[in-house]
């Protein structure tokens, strides 16, 4: 049976997002039917519109949460009526994911980028036109979604849907930077290069450990005073001076860890020297060229850099484990999301660009 919903469209990456009518398939056998109730719009969802085009519209949207309604006849860990947080697509079965390491799925290319059914039957339509759907297996910036058991995280029902959306990929990639790949120990100072939605997730998990202090580098005025308010022991803006200078005066001698959110390879660069003996700065932010990493600094002084995705967590154990942090008042997730009605989703985009916001969740 069919589904008729309304979905945020890109049908052209220069134009913005049209709401259209379109129609979703029933669930097949491994197959699950979602209500959304609510979706984030994350910087990967921006950055893959040119994907699309005025004759193929694209369905993105990866940060899905909603009620499950319809399951297939394979489907054994989800139930209708569950309260789900949508991630990203694994294959549980190769080698990085029978180590404990799905983000790195030999298959999570092919899941993850417009996947699609194996026999190439559509799962979208609109107009009888097929979408380009299958966006880390969800493509849920629509009223209902199709998922698979290994990108739907059952949750407490108890759990507020607006504030869970996140956590399927910004936030768990924030926080686990900090908490599954650093594993810091109080009494160190990490430094954090950017305070974006994935930043700010990552100082909100360093808040959770006792004795352990952030440095944050950011811009964005609005969002350095942010940053204090959520726990920064100290906020740098990049323009008033040098970086790495100013931090190593502020720890005595560099920072134990850093999170570099920005992409920039210059930035990365900063976080390298900024770090004392032996530590490690995780790289976070998808951007390109060549960080300038002083070889000699990097060997002499025992220093890693890491990279992460999706904060190399168990999505069915980090979720669950975010959102008792939250229950338990320890990571004020409504402090970084701002919801608006899936109709507003240009205002929603149009405040994030401004600063105005963090984190926009839209409710379907």
């Not at 908490?179 to 100072?189: A, C, H, I, K």
């Not at 530590?279 to 002084?301: E, F, H, I, K, Q």
Request: hydrophobic content about 40%; overall charge negative.
């Amino acid at each position: 049976m069919t589904t008729v919903t309304t979905a945020a469209l890109s049908r052209d990456p220069g134009e913005p997002f049209s709401l259209e009518q379109v129609t979703l398939d029933g669930p097949r056998a491994n197959e699950i039917l979602v209500r959304i109730v609510a979706s984030g719009i994350c910087h990967t969802d921006l950055v893959s519109r040119p994907a699309g085009s005025a004759q193929r519209p694209v369905l993105l949207g990866h940060e899905g949460a909603g009620i499950v309604e319809e399951v297939g006849a394979e489907v054994v860990s989800v139930r209708p009526g569950d309260h789900v947080v949508l991630t990203f697509r694994h294959c549980r079965d190769c080698r990085n994911c029978a180590a404990g390491r799905p983000a790195y799925c030999l298959k999570a290319n092919a899941l993850n980028t417009f996947g699609s059914r194996s026999d190439r039957t559509p799962r979208v339509t609109v107009d009888g036109a097929r979408v380009l759907d299958g966006f880390f297996g969800q493509s849920s910036l629509a009223g209902y979604a199709l998922s698979t058991e290994d990108n739907t995280v059952v949750v407490d029902p108890s759990v507020d849907l607006a504030l869970a959306a996140p956590l399927g990929c910004g936030f768990q990639t924030g926080a686990g930077a900090v908490l599954n790949v650093l594993n810091p120990q109080g009494d160190s100072w990490l430094a954090l290069f950017g305070a974006g939605a994935v930043g700010m997730a990552a100082l909100l998990a360093a808040d959770t450990v006792d004795g352990l202090r952030t440095v944050v580098v950011e811009t964005s005025p609005r969002r350095r005073d942010l940053a204090v308010e959520l726990g920064a022991a100290e906020v740098i803006d990049p323009a008033e001076g040098d970086t790495v200078e100013r931090i190593r005066a502020l720890t005595g001698t560099g920072a134990a860890h850093a999170v570099d959110t920005t992409g920039i390879p210059a930035v990365l660069g900063d976080a390298v020297r900024a770090l004392a003996v032996g530590g490690t700065v995780v790289a976070l932010g998808l951007g390109s060229g060549t960080p300038p990493v002083d070889v000699r600094d990097l060997v002499m002084n025992g220093k890693s850099i890491r990279g992460c995705l999706e904060g190399d967590s168990v999505p069915s154990v980090f979720i669950p484990r975010l959102l008792e942090l939250y229950r338990a008042g320890r990571l004020p997730l409504e402090r970084l999301v701002s919801v608006y009605p899936s109709a507003e989703i240009d205002s929603a985009l149009n405040d994030q660009r401004a600063g105005k916001i963090v984190k926009p969740v839209l409710r379907w």
